[in-house]
């Protein structure tokens, strides 16, 4: 389902027209914005205080701060989680900190879902732990670990199936999505549902025009 709605984003007018759609209602020209509401000892707002944490909010979604890369601005960034949300069903975005995210030391990184296999299972693993379409969780369902495909095993740290992964711990990682269903592990893309009926339209327009 994924392939397929990639491949009507990448060749369908009506499927780019809807990605830009969220995109511009749901992320907007500014993005995602920071109020501070931080309060003095007496409960007045703190305005002095707030000024400057919104300040310092807005110099950290500047791309060479918020993005590891130094390519994404905060806004940029949110409409890239967008647009693989309605596309691909989820977004993935790694949290980076330390030396490795820059000034502020702490940093994201936005990673394609795809390098998250679904067709990575595994079974009773110790503890009662299982892996389900890529992501490691413990009895419970709670994610523990993700993992993601690698091209040069000198980076892997988990091997399986004759395929190189590198875990990163899951409190490393942002995974959005919206669940349709309970116990739900992976997202579905948006377009789901609209992918056959655009296509067909595509290929009628398409009959229509050689036609006349």
């Known amino acids: 389902i994924v392939a397929r709605s990639r491949e009507q984003a990448a060749n369908n007018d009506y499927a780019k027209a809807y990605l830009r759609m969220c995109r511009q209602n749901i992320v907007g020209q500014r993005g995602v914005q920071l109020q501070a509401q931080s309060r003095d000892p007496s409960g007045k707002l703190d305005q002095l205080a707030n000024d400057a944490i919104e300040e310092a909010w807005h110099a950290w979604g500047k791309r060479q701060n918020c993005d590891v890369t130094g390519q994404l601005s905060w806004r940029l960034l949110q409409s890239i989680c967008t647009t693989s949300a309605a596309k691909d069903g989820e977004f993935m975005v790694r949290i980076i900190t330390g030396n490795d995210a820059?000034?502020?030391?702490?940093?994201?990184?936005?990673?394609?879902?795809?390098?998250?296999?679904?067709?990575?299972?595994q079974e009773?693993?110790?503890?009662?732990?299982?892996?389900?379409?890529?992501?490691?969780?413990?009895?419970?369902?709670?994610?523990?670990a993700y993992y993601f495909t690698t091209t040069d095993a000198v980076d892997a740290d988990y091997s399986y199936g004759g395929r190189?992964?590198?875990?990163?711990?899951?409190?490393?990682?942002?995974h959005g999505f919206l669940p349709d269903i309970v116990g739900q592990k992976r997202g579905l893309p948006w377009m789901a549902t609209g992918l056959w009926r655009a296509k067909m339209l595509e290929g009628f327009e398409k009959a229509a025009l050689v036609n006349a």
């Not at 503890?127 to 523990?144: A, D, M, Q, T, W």
């Not at 190189?164 to 942002?174: D, E, G, L, N, T």
């Open 102 to 121: 820059g000034e502020w030391g702490f940093a994201l990184q936005v990673l394609d879902p795809q390098r998250c296999p679904v067709d990575f299972d």
């Open 124 to 144: 009773k693993l110790p503890s009662g732990k299982f892996v389900r379409h890529g992501i490691e969780f413990n009895r419970y369902g709670k994610p523990l």
């Open 164 to 174: 190189h992964y590198v875990r990163v711990p899951a409190k490393q990682i942002i």
